[in-house]
């Protein structure tokens, strides 16, 4: 069990320091609130292309470049540019960043957070946060890099990779690769969902028409800024507030948002200080969705040579819930009894020798096996829902 814990709490620790990037500018109902969410899946770059060694990290985030495909973004055409001005120019809901992006085949998202200002003791304070998200959809593959630098403090980097549900923590250190992989039922879409609350810039409110047609990221779009009653809801002095949203399909390709922040700004006050209070200074947001239907990922080979799992047998009919280095968890419904008989008869015949049988129906059965220097611990015990809980665990 210990071991079984330390490989969870591995896992987990992984995805949570992807959520340490946090501190982004969100904007919800009333007063806004910092939100920190662990990191999502995306599709990347190769791994070429990334920075090396986390103790060699730059100062700044590295630039993803990834593979290229035959673009089929969408047009790029359109007619020129059209100014829309005067208080009657149209208005949109504001667009959430995942929103349509389903239509897409793959992309990669690059969102760039810098804060700076002062202290009311006159201390500077400046940091900045790099998060990229890419996917691609037809491999299932995504990629999440996040690259956090602050004053007077080392800078960090957090990658994840993802296929399907498999989930691997990738690291580079002393010129070595480094990959902690893991599978668990519905983790693609966990990602994604934790991908989606983070990015999210806003969450409600209206954007005023400011000019038709303009092409960014090789995509035809059209400007909007944020109204008046929207800006209010930040609480503070918003200084730009500008978004472009693809003319074909309606998905934002580019959101810019700077904040300026003083010691009345309670909110983004204490964001940007970081609890040390703070007289003024600016957030900038910038936001991009960028290598539309161009992004390809390339799983590193540390982690495409990583098994998951204990490669021995399960009932049949056994769902596959969790799947680690050395551990594997799943559940089948079946008798309890039937599923003890199971592995009693079948290892074995594998070379396996029951060598500790703890247990009962009533709570649950402990196995241990061995086979020369490889040995194995089976639990299961019947859920309340009747199937049976399974853990394998080598070691």
Excluded at 74 to 82: D, E, F, L, M, N
Excluded at 85 to 104: M, R
Excluded at 237 to 264: C, F, H, M, P
Excluded at 330 to 358: C, M
């Amino acid at each position: 069990m210990r071991s079984q814990l330390l490989l969870v709490t591995t896992l987990l620790a992984g995805a949570i320091s992807v959520a340490g990037c946090g501190n982004l500018p969100f904007l919800s109902q009333g007063n806004p609130q910092p939100t920190a969410s662990p990191a999502a899946s995306g599709d990347a770059a190769t791994p070429a292309t990334q920075p090396t060694a986390a103790a060699e990290q730059p100062t700044q985030a590295p630039a993803n470049t990834p593979a290229q495909t035959i673009p089929t973004a969408p047009q790029t055409g359109g007619a020129p540019s059209t100014p829309a001005t005067g208080d009657g120019a149209p208005t949109i809901p504001l667009p959430q960043s995942q929103a349509n992006l389903a239509q897409l085949e793959s992309y990669r998202i690059t969102i760039v957070s810098k804060m700076n200002g002062k202290t009311t003791d006159g201390k500077t304070i400046e940091s900045q946060m790099t998060y990229t998200q890419a996917l691609h959809r037809p491999s299932k593959t995504g990629y999440t890099l996040v690259v956090e630098n602050r004053q007077g403090a080392p800078s960090t980097q957090s990658e994840l990779y993802s296929v399907g549900d498999m989930l691997y923590i990738y690291q580079r250190q002393g010129g070595k690769e480094l990959c902690q992989p893991g599978m668990m039922a519905g983790m693609g879409d966990m990602l994604r969902g934790i991908a989606d609350a983070m990015t999210a810039p806003l969450q409600t409110g209206t954007a005023q028409l400011v000019n038709r047609g303009e092409t960014v990221n090789g995509v035809l779009t059209d400007r909007y800024t944020l109204d008046q009653e929207t800006i209010n809801q930040f609480g503070a002095t918003v200084e730009k507030a500008d978004l472009w949203v693809a003319r074909d399909g309606g998905y934002l390709v580019k959101y810019d948002l700077t904040i300026n922040v003083t010691s009345n700004t309670t909110g983004w006050a204490a964001m940007l200080g970081g609890g040390a209070p703070i007289s003024e200074g600016t957030i900038v947001y910038n936001w991009s969705l960028e290598d539309i239907n161009k992004t390809t990922i390339t799983l590193p080979s540390a982690c495409s040579e990583q098994t998951v799992g204990v490669d021995l047998p399960l009932p049949a009919g056994t769902q596959v819930d969790m799947a680690m280095p050395n551990t594997t968890m799943g559940k089948v419904n079946a008798g309890i009894d039937s599923v003890l008989t199971f592995f009693k008869t079948e290892y074995p015949k594998l070379g396996y020798e029951l060598t500790d049988e703890y247990g009962d129906a009533q709570n649950g059965y402990i196995l241990n096996f061995k086979k020369g220097a490889d040995e194995v611990m089976v639990q299961f015990s019947t859920m309340s829902d009747g199937s049976v809980q399974i853990t394998l665990t080598r070691g």
